[in-house]
């Protein structure tokens, strides 16, 4: 149980590190995994790269004893990283050295299933939505087939993802697919009055799907006539579930739109969020700019966000097109805008 390890490890800390020297390669993996995880989780990227680094030479003896399984969690939770950080040519590499190694056969089903997951989501962040689906399929079989008990858990985040690639590749079994997982129309009513974590991400995706497809406008509907019901949250992705709000108001309530965007806004600016938000945000105010002209306090978060997204070793080029766009603002820029954040992302 490795919630249970983590929680041990952070209390243990002081006592392991004098001993670590001595530790077996397998107890050196552990160590490794349980610190890579508790950084992906406080979002602190130095102590990640510092961790990449001692790991690299660690991995090669690690494999030479056999040690599979902790090293690929260990290049799982690094995946996790490097998408984060934008560096998704590292993320991809990275999952496609497993999946093609010889020795991937020998995996459990579950193990499988987390790469081809990891490695769905390099395609659709690549573009290539049609491999990211064929990607996910071979996840969500691999998951049927795994012993977890948490498999309903696991298959619905990687179906997320899929739904995710599909509306954004504009698959063509996606309208089926869409209705098939969020059931009948009752459901808009149900994410509406919602506050719940467990559905945080369905939210997010429901919300996506309204703004981008307008066959589910009956949705849309029931959603919008329950605002006064709407909750919101304080973390990811409870911003993109704002913004998004934003996006579906603004055309027949622009002031409560706002209120959306400032809302949105405000959960980015959390101090516990790192660079990644940092970036939606500052995509989240160039937006509003183009929605809600004469807004200072829509550029100056802008401006601030962009600053606090420098920490991002892979976003250059994002924050190059967002510190020209922050000053000379284009509407027909909307989509490239847009298109800076990764797919799971928007």
């Known amino acids: 149980d490795l919630v249970k390890l983590r929680r041990y490890f952070t209390e243990l800390s002081p006592m392991i590190v004098p001993l670590e ?3 077996s390669v397998r107890l050196k993996l552990l160590f490794t995994l349980l610190r890579l995880q508790r950084a992906n989780h406080d979002g602190n990227p130095e102590a990640i790269m510092s961790l990449a680094e001692s790991y690299s030479q660690l991995k090669s003896e690690a494999l030479a004893k056999g040690e599979h399984y902790l090293a690929a969690d260990c290049d799982l939770n690094l995946a996790v990283h ?11 590499a990275l999952v496609r050295e497993w999946i093609d190694s010889s020795s991937f056969h020998l995996f459990k089903p579950e193990y499988k299933a987390f790469f ?4 769905g989501q390099a395609y659709s962040i690549e ?3 049609e491999e990211a689906e064929a990607a996910y399929s071979g996840a969500l079989a691999y998951f049927q087939e795994s012993e977890l008990k948490n498999k309903a858990q696991e298959m619905e985040q990687s179906t997320i993802y899929r739904l995710f690639n599909a509306v954004e590749g504009k698959l063509e079994n996606n309208t089926a697919d869409l209705k098939a997982f969020f059931g ?9 009055k919602s506050e719940s974590p467990a559905l945080q991400y369905r939210h997010h995706l429901f919300l996506r799907a309204l703004y981008e497809r307008p066959h589910l406008k009956p949705y849309r509907d029931i959603y919008l006539e329950n605002l006064a019901s709407w909750q919101i949250l304080p973390y990811h992705p409870w911003q993109l ?9 603004h055309a027949e309530n622009p002031d409560q739109a706002y209120l959306s965007f400032l809302q949105a806004i405000e959960i980015c600016k959390n101090e516990s969020h790192g660079g990644t938000i940092a970036l939606i945000g500052a995509v989240i105010s160039a937006v509003g700019m183009l929605y809600f002209e ?3 306090e829509l550029k100056d978060n802008a401006v601030n966000f962009l600053k606090k997204a420098q920490t991002l070793p892979g976003a250059e080029s994002q924050r190059v097109f967002l510190a020209q766009f922050i000053e000379n603002p284009l509407p027909e820029q909307f989509n490239e805008l847009m298109s800076l954040l990764p797919f799971n992302y928007r």
Request: charged content about 20%; cysteine-free.
């Open 241 to 249: 579930i704002a913004f998004y709000r934003g996006l579906l108001l």
């Open 21 to 23: 020297g001595s530790a």
């Open 127 to 129: 573009g290539k939505y």
């Open 294 to 296: 004469d807004r200072q």
């Open 184 to 192: 009948e129309e009752m459901i808009a009513a149900q994410f509406a």
């Open 116 to 119: 081809y997951s990891s490695l």
């Open 82 to 92: 490097y998408n984060d950080s934008f560096l998704f040519s590292k993320a991809f």
